[in-house]
């Protein structure tokens, strides 16, 4: 199929009716979840919620990268840029608010020296153009933003430059949504970006655990309906399993020169996983060989992991791990916008009240053309 056929509507709808008649036979309420905002967006933008029967339910939970990383570390970043230290950044994560209800970017006002960059590579290159100056890597992500910093690190980071290291590994994240009670999954449509990286195979431990379905997908409409109807025929046919979908891009052992840099330079630890939980082997921390490169260690900062905080009344924490839709949340477009974002959550393109945000603007857009 080239990619022109993943957004195919007669194949969708095609699709939908193949839907329809597996949640006939199953008869039971299902429901789904994925982790990564791409997945909300594609669901979101091609309005594949409307498609599905009443019984089955596709919820977004802890994939959006903005939205997990704890506010422990922003303030903490923030406390070092107003030293003068200059923190190196992602637009997005910039925006985000820690403890006290600032991000790096509005804590500029105050003097603080923060620059947003695109990549590892830019936070390399201002390092090495101005040697006089100390710069902090915020290093943010999941599998798949992770291996260009090990790349770097392994090729040498300037010594003027460090890291906060905030990136996690998603296959404990998906583990802990599947072991969660609270959330009661029937299912996982398991991200594509990351497990390019990772590969299958760091998930079926959790698949072991729970025997529960998990299906890797694509990012296209064609893709996701797809993957529904293969999480819909385990069910059917009592048949679980890891199955990919995204078979053009996942593979089970991942991509091994990747992980092979990730495994030289770092280890997994427990860490905290913003509005999750503290989660085992979920974070990233420098090998020892490496550790002088973590700024925590750098600027004498003990590192908490604490329990993260939200603006009153939002219930940022509750849409990051879904249990509650951004439109359950009293803040929303109202003290809450992209414009004037009070959590993570409508910080990011990939958090879900943004993307819900965005598509809700979409449709009165329309609405009112038609009139
Ligand atoms: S609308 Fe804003 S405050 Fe409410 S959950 Fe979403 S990001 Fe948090």
């Given at each position: 199929?080239?990619?022109?056929?993943?957004?195919?509507?007669?194949?969708?709808?095609?699709?939908?009716?193949?839907?329809?008649i597996?949640a006939?036979?199953?008869?039971?309420?299902?429901?789904f979840?994925?982790?990564?905002?791409?997945?909300?967006?594609?669901?979101?933008?091609?309005g594949?919620?409307?498609?599905?029967?009443?019984?089955?339910?596709i919820?977004?939970?802890?994939?959006?990268?903005?939205?997990?990383?704890?506010?422990?570390?922003?303030?903490?970043a923030?406390?070092?840029?107003?030293?003068?230290?200059?923190v190196?950044?992602?637009?997005?994560?910039s925006?985000?608010?820690?403890?006290?209800?600032?991000?790096?970017?509005?804590?500029?006002?105050?003097?603080?020296?923060?620059?947003?960059?695109?990549s590892?590579?830019?936070?390399?290159?201002?390092?090495k153009?101005?040697?006089?100056k100390?710069?902090?890597?915020?290093?943010?992500?999941?599998d798949?933003?992770?291996?260009?910093?090990?790349?770097?690190?392994?090729?040498?980071?300037?010594?003027?430059?460090?890291?906060i290291?905030?990136?996690?590994?998603?296959?404990?994240?998906?583990?802990?949504?599947?072991?969660?009670?609270?959330?009661?999954?029937?299912?996982?449509?398991?991200?594509?970006?990351?497990?390019?990286?990772?590969g299958?195979?760091?998930?079926?431990?959790?698949?072991l655990?729970t025997?529960?379905?998990q299906?890797?997908?694509?990012?296209?409409?064609?893709?996701?309906?797809?993957?529904?109807?293969?999480?819909?025929?385990?069910?059917?046919?009592?048949?679980?399993?890891?199955?990919?979908?995204?078979?053009?891009?996942?593979t089970?052992?991942?991509?091994?020169?990747?992980?092979?840099?990730?495994?030289?330079?770092?280890?997994?630890?427990?860490?905290?996983v913003?509005?999750?939980?503290?989660?085992?082997?979920?974070?990233?921390?420098?090998?020892?060989?490496?550790?002088?490169?973590?700024?925590?260690?750098?600027?004498g900062i003990?590192?908490?992991?604490?329990n993260?905080?939200?603006?009153?009344?939002?219930?940022?924490?509750?849409?990051?791990?879904?249990?509650?839709?951004?439109?359950?949340?009293?803040?929303?477009?109202?003290?809450c916008?992209?414009?004037?974002?009070?959590?993570?959550?409508?910080?990011?393109?990939?958090?879900?009240?943004?993307?819900?945000?965005?598509?809700?603007?979409?449709?009165?857009?329309?609405?009112?053309?038609?009139?």
């Amino acid at each position: 199929m080239i990619l022109k056929e993943y957004k195919d509507p007669y194949l969708a709808k095609k699709l939908s009716e193949k839907i329809r008649i597996l949640a006939e036979e199953i008869e039971e309420d299902l429901l789904f979840m994925h982790v990564c905002g791409s997945h909300e967006w594609t669901i979101s933008h091609h309005g594949i919620r409307s498609l599905l029967p009443k019984n089955i339910e596709i919820r977004p939970g802890p994939g959006c990268p903005v939205c997990i990383t704890p506010s422990e570390d922003i303030d903490n970043a923030i406390k070092l840029a107003l030293e003068g230290i200059t923190v190196l950044v992602y637009g997005d994560m910039s925006r985000s608010k820690g403890t006290f209800g600032n991000s790096l970017l509005e804590s500029r006002s105050d003097g603080a020296e923060v620059q947003v960059i695109y990549s590892i590579h830019d936070a390399i290159k201002l390092a090495k153009t101005s040697p006089e100056k100390e710069f902090i890597f915020f290093g943010v992500g999941f599998d798949t933003t992770s291996p260009p910093t090990a790349y770097e690190i392994l090729k040498g980071f300037p010594p003027n430059l460090s890291i906060i290291l905030s990136y996690r590994y998603m296959p404990p994240i998906v583990g802990a949504v599947l072991q969660s009670s609270i959330l009661g999954i029937d299912g996982v449509i398991n991200p594509g970006h990351s497990s390019t990286i990772t590969g299958m195979k760091p998930y079926y431990p959790y698949f072991l655990e729970t025997k529960k379905p998990q299906v890797f997908a694509g990012f296209e409409p064609i893709d996701i309906l797809i993957s529904i109807v293969m999480l819909l025929n385990q069910i059917k046919n009592n048949d679980y399993k890891l199955e990919n979908e995204y078979t053009r891009s996942v593979t089970w052992d991942g991509n091994l020169k990747a992980l092979k840099k990730l495994d030289q330079v770092f280890d997994l630890d427990k860490s905290y996983v913003r509005g999750v939980a503290h989660i085992e082997e979920s974070g990233f921390t420098l090998k020892d060989k490496y550790r002088h490169l973590d700024a925590y260690l750098k600027y004498g900062i003990r590192k908490k992991n604490s329990n993260d905080h939200f603006v009153y009344g939002a219930r940022c924490g509750e849409v990051i791990i879904g249990l509650c839709e951004p439109t359950e949340c009293p803040l929303y477009m109202k003290e809450c916008t992209p414009h004037s974002p009070k959590g993570p959550t409508m910080v990011s393109f990939e958090g879900t009240c943004r993307i819900w945000s965005e598509h809700a603007i979409i449709k009165s857009i329309k609405k009112i053309q038609k009139v």
